[in-house]
């Protein structure tokens, strides 16, 4: 089957940032085979034609970092301090389940889709239910069980953990678009002897492990009284920093660190929205970009982020620098979009088939309108998407050359009955929830 989108603004975001006015996007099947200059002339011998007039035409954005069934979560006590140990852990515990997870994972999906974001990174537990769910829905997604060293919902320690991660990735390795990982819970949650292990997981099955890295003040007074190290260079020290490690947040960085990472080939989730909510700190974007260190915007889980789209993130992302550097030059838009896009897709290790509109690279393609009164006039496309575009402008989403979003409608899906679906199953989380907030 060929699908072409015609008539629009495309963004190629490929390495030469080719643009074409009015451009078009030609698919066949689940393939992208050209993208060029539109002209009325021009006869498209398609099945399905899109008409993009007065819209952008991008690749699918790409979601670095997530964990999207903690949306029952969302909301709940976001001004709560230290609200991981205190709120989040026991709670956790208490209520989440295998088919809460799916549930929750199937809203984030379709979340995510309408905001423009065709493919992300998951961290959570009940990864087969979490996977079952980005098949169902049709987005690209690499998901990993989370191992920590105590007793979570869905093992009883990380040796069981470690025993899901294993099986999950046997079973789904040879998913076209739903590929597993490994994710370690964070270097201040994990032993050095269970970080060797989930590595030699990654290593043998050639996959990434996601992990929180040097986020919290109190991790790096643990590491600094510790070991008198930073987390990363004890990673450095156990055998762990090389290019399977994609280090999530990375707020508090060395320039030390920074070097190694670059010299290792780690691979870094860059979660602003998350970071700053909660007062942890502003990322070294511009350091770890200018060393070469392959960096992605993620979204962080929506009870930490609340929002699961990207377009917010990139706004928080380059005024946070401007303002931490005192430089208004900082990150041109244009490289701000390449962090949403080819960027992250590089830290994932996809960009070899998404994150830019190429010529043999997968159908995953996103428009955006320009109708809405704050998206007018365009002077500069990429200035557009990042200081003035809301995830309710995407109009349309193709997933591995699959329409998921048509003029902003989800295909053959309700979201009226999912949301439904999955707020009957919170009856007992809310009631939990509550209990677990007065002993705050």
């Known amino acids: 089957m060929k699908t072409v989108f015609r008539n629009g603004w495309v963004l190629t975001m490929d390495e030469a940032m080719h ?3 009015p451009g078009y996007v030609l698919v066949e099947d689940d393939e992208i085979i050209d993208a060029g200059k539109d002209d009325p002339s021009l006869h498209f011998d398609c099945d399905k034609e899109i008409d993009a007039v007065n819209s952008i035409i991008m690749p699918g954005m790409v979601n670095c970092h997530s964990h999207i069934s903690m949306i029952p979560f969302r909301s709940l006590g976001d001004d709560c301090p230290d609200r991981l140990r205190r709120f989040l852990f026991p709670l956790e515990n208490a209520c989440m389940t295998k088919e809460l997870a799916q549930s929750a994972a199937e809203y984030g999906c379709w979340e995510m889709m309408q905001g423009g974001i065709t493919t992300f990174a998951d961290m959570y537990y ?5 996977a079952n769910a980005c098949e169902q829905a049709g987005i690209r997604a690499f998901i990993g069980e989370s191992v920590i060293d105590q007793p979570t919902c869905d093992a009883k320690d990380s040796h069981e953990g470690l025993a899901i991660a294993e099986a999950f990735i046997e079973k789904w390795k040879d998913h076209p678009f739903v590929r597993p990982i490994i994710a370690m819970h964070a270097t201040n949650t994990v032993s050095a002897d269970t970080f060797a292990k ?3 997981i990654a290593r043998k099955n050639d996959v990434q492990l996601m992990c929180h890295v040097s986020e919290m003040d109190y991790e790096m007074e643990y590491f600094k009284k510790t070991y008198d190290m930073t987390p990363v260079e004890w990673l450095n020290d156990i055998g762990c920093l090389d290019e399977h490690l994609l280090a999530v947040h990375c707020i508090h960085l060395s320039d030390k660190d920074i070097q190694l990472m670059k010299e290792k080939g780690v691979h870094v989730a860059h979660c602003p929205g998350s970071n700053l909510k909660a007062g942890k700190g502003v990322t070294p974007l511009r350091d770890l970009v200018k060393a070469g260190v392959a ?8 009870s930490s982020g609340n ?3 990207l377009f917010s993130l990139m706004r928080l992302a380059v005024v ?5 550097y005192h430089d208004r030059s900082l990150f041109p838009a244009k490289d701000i979009v390449r962090l949403a896009t080819i960027e992250g897709a590089k830290a994932l290790c996809c960009d070899s088939y998404t994150g830019s509109l190429e010529k043999g690279k997968k159908a995953d393609i996103i ?15 990429y200035s557009v998407l990042v200081y003035s575009a809301n995830a309710s402008d995407v109009k349309d989403v193709m997933v591995n050359g699959k329409m998921r979003i048509v003029n902003g409608i989800p295909q053959g899906v309700c979201i009226r009955d ?3 679906n999955l707020s009957d199953m919170m009856t007992d989380f809310n009631q939990k929830a509550k209990q677990q907030a007065a002993k705050l």
């Open 367 to 381: 428009t955006l309108s320009l109708d809405a009164m704050h998206m007018f006039p365009v002077h500069d496309p």
């Open 126 to 130: 009940f990864p087969d239910a979490i």
């Open 307 to 309: 929002t699961l789209e």
């Open 295 to 302: 960096t992605g915007l993620g979204t962080d889980g929506p």
């Open 198 to 200: 989930g590595m030699n």
């Open 320 to 324: 946070a620098q401007k303002t931490y």
């Open 418 to 420: 999912m949301k439904k």
């Open 19 to 21: 643009e074409f006015y």
